[in-house]
């Protein structure tokens, strides 16, 4: 009987084993922020869903009138509504992940109908491409054979001929340093997700109403961050406030150059 019992928990726990990973965000730094999540505006949210579900691996999760896909490191709001444009004509062109086998993925995404954007070596030496979803969102893949999952959240890329100035924001308002990405100098890094400023001939236009409308970070304590940044002048576009049916709490800025940035506590619990 105990040799029964032994197999059969042999048996269960290699069963949960070979099950994924709880997708979560990255742990909060000492000042208790993390990356959150990029929120997109979508014609048609049950495609996306499917998208981010059968090629990213996400889970769909819905609390009240909020849709979002969780996946290692990020999580991707949905909202159903018609976007103003696509990312890369707004100062956030695109956002990234890393693939454990970029080839694979390229081939299911192409099996599927999808377009395939450039293929190329990428600033840290390794296999890229670009591809798009629909209603013009723009996503970067970057191969990682050690990746301990198919698949996780990994940058988001500003455009703007101010992008440097961009940069000091972010490290001063958010209290980071700067840290290159492979050839790329102008980046920093938040839990879970690097930020990576580049320069753009043209003037990029705000995010707010485009097909990603926002990006945004998680704090345990995001009252206590609002006041610091009411200490340092930022002006809300959205107070801090509590809104129990999604199980958040909420404030809105936006940068010097247009992006809209949701603060949150609670998507943790997602």
Not at 23 to 41: E, I, K, R, S, W
Not at 101 to 106: C, M, Q, T, V, Y
Not at 148 to 165: L, N
């Amino acid at each position: 009987m105990r040799f029964l019992a032994a197999v059969f928990a042999s048996l269960i726990l290699t069963a949960l084993l070979a099950l994924p990973a709880h997708a979560q965000l990255a742990v909060p730094n000492a000042a208790g922020m993390t990356y959150g999540h990029v929120h997109l505006n979508v014609s048609d949210i049950e495609l996306h869903k499917r998208i981010w579900v059968d090629h990213f691996g996400g889970v769909v999760v819905q609390k009240g009138a909020l849709t979002a896909v969780r996946l290692p490191n990020l999580l991707v709001a949905l909202t159903a509504r018609e976007p103003t444009m696509g990312t890369r004509d707004t100062l956030m062109d695109h956002f990234g992940f890393k693939v454990r086998n970029i080839a694979g993925f390229l081939d299911k995404w192409r099996a599927a109908g999808m377009e395939v954007g450039p293929e190329f070596i990428g600033s840290e030496g390794q296999s890229n491409a670009y591809v798009m979803l629909p209603d013009e969102v723009y996503v970067e893949l970057q191969e990682d054979q050690g990746l301990s999952t198919e698949i996780s959240g990994y940058h988001i890329h500003f455009r703007t001929p101010q992008f440097e100035e961009l940069l000091a924001w972010y490290t001063d308002i958010f209290g980071l340093e700067v840290k290159p990405r492979g050839r790329i100098t102008t980046t920093t890094n938040a839990p879970g997700m690097n930020m990576s400023f580049g320069d753009s001939e043209e003037t990029r236009l705000p995010t707010r109403g485009s097909a990603l409308d926002h990006i945004g970070f998680e704090f345990d304590d995001l009252e206590a961050f609002c006041k610091y940044l009411e200490s340092k002048g930022i002006e809300f576009d959205v107070p801090f406030r509590d809104i129990p049916s999604i199980g958040l709490k909420i404030a809105f800025i936006t940068d010097p150059a247009g992006t809209f940035i949701e603060l949150t506590q609670g998507y943790d619990e997602f």
